[in-house]
């Protein structure tokens, strides 16, 4: 069974129109009737939804996991314990807004992982400057903050249109953007802070990694 025979099942178990769950989740009756028939897949900000409106664990929704209800340890995705973070390709150059209209998708994560009190957003590795730690097309996610302690990574946009994730070092009114990579063609690369319009938007605090 595959996740739009899952989605259909769900659906008519409720007694829902596609309708009515295109209504719910803020999307035309025929996307769910493209999702429904395996022509398409929906995004995961649309299964997050999904899974709460259902009542059931996300795993369910899109793997087929056993949908057990009320096991010890089992956790709920629904709008109480989860935010869904938006995904970014890439930093949106000049003063970066962070608009709806630079993410690509959404991902649910659980608030006990975060902060109340914090704005975060997911960004997608570009590259291989920083292999060590994750590879090209893993995702970060990123608490927004001015101030990176020494030695962490952070995300840093330089000369107002350049976005990096390096390890950051401050002294005075320089900073120091250092690589960690397997590839010698990335090295250390220090700016004046003032001078090259060097900016902190955040520090990672989480990685999602694609292993070979």
Request: hydrophobic share 35%.
């Amino acid at each position: 069974m595959h996740i739009g025979e899952r989605i259909k099942m769900l659906r008519k178990e409720r007694k829902m129109t596609q309708e009515d769950l295109a209504n719910i989740l803020k999307v035309a009756p025929t996307a769910v009737s493209a999702w429904e028939s395996g022509r398409n897949k929906p995004l995961m900000d649309k299964l997050s939804m999904m899974s709460a409106c259902f009542e059931i664990p996300l795993s369910h929704l899109i793997e087929g996991a056993p949908n057990i209800r009320n096991a010890p340890g089992m956790e709920f995705l629904n709008e109480k314990n989860v935010r869904l973070i938006g995904v970014y390709g890439n930093i949106p150059a000049g003063e970066p807004n962070f608009t709806n209209e630079y993410i690509e998708a959404y991902m649910p994560t659980l608030n006990s992982m975060l902060k109340t009190n914090k704005e975060y957003f997911f960004l997608r590795v570009n590259g291989n400057s920083m292999n060590k730690e994750f590879s090209d097309g893993s995702l970060i996610l990123v608490e927004k903050t001015t101030y990176v302690d020494k030695g962490k990574i952070g995300v840093v946009l330089v000369n107002d249109h350049d976005a990096t994730v390096k390890k950051v070092n401050i002294a005075d009114e320089n900073i120091t953007l250092t690589p960690c990579s397997t590839d010698p063609f990335y090295e250390e690369k220090t700016y004046n802070i003032k001078n090259d319009r060097v900016r902190i938007l955040g520090k990672v605090v989480q990685a999602i990694k694609i292993y070979d």
